[in-house]
């Protein structure tokens, strides 16, 4: 089993910045990626990033290019979101997820274990 929270969500200004955490505990040798997904109000949970837990790869949502960045500690077992540039539309709950397998990566069905989310609200 693996364990994840998250810290670091609030409220903002648009154009402001955020830095989000997650760290990892437990069985942290069997993730393979850590992802991070996000869900606003009547919609569905949407991909933001995912990084390769030993190797670093990155891969971003369209929307979020240059404006999010995904990095880790691995010595820590923590994955950062920071995320600049921030608009009203990035307001949502932001989650993180870990996933055992090595494809699909963008898909939350893929992902094995989740944290229990943290608040972004960007105001205008």
């Known amino acids: 089993q693996v364990q994840l929270v998250e810290s670091g969500g609030g409220l903002v200004q648009a154009g402001g910045s955020l830095r989000l955490s997650c760290a990892a505990s437990g069985r942290t040798v069997s993730i393979y990626s850590m992802g991070w997904f996000r869900q606003a109000p009547g919609k569905e949970r949407e991909f933001v990033a995912y990084i390769s837990w030993s190797g670093g790869s990155t891969y971003y949502a369209d929307s979020m290019k240059g404006r999010f960045t995904i990095s880790r500690d691995n010595a820590k077992n923590t994955v950062f979101l920071q995320m600049n540039s921030l608009k009203p539309e990035d307001t949502a709950v932001y989650y993180c997820?870990?996933?055992?397998?090595?494809?699909?990566?963008?898909?939350?069905?893929?992902?094995?274990?989740w944290g229990q989310g943290t608040q972004v609200t960007v105001s205008s």
């Open positions: 997820a870990a996933t055992t397998k090595p494809y699909a990566r963008t898909l939350s069905t893929n992902y094995d274990y």
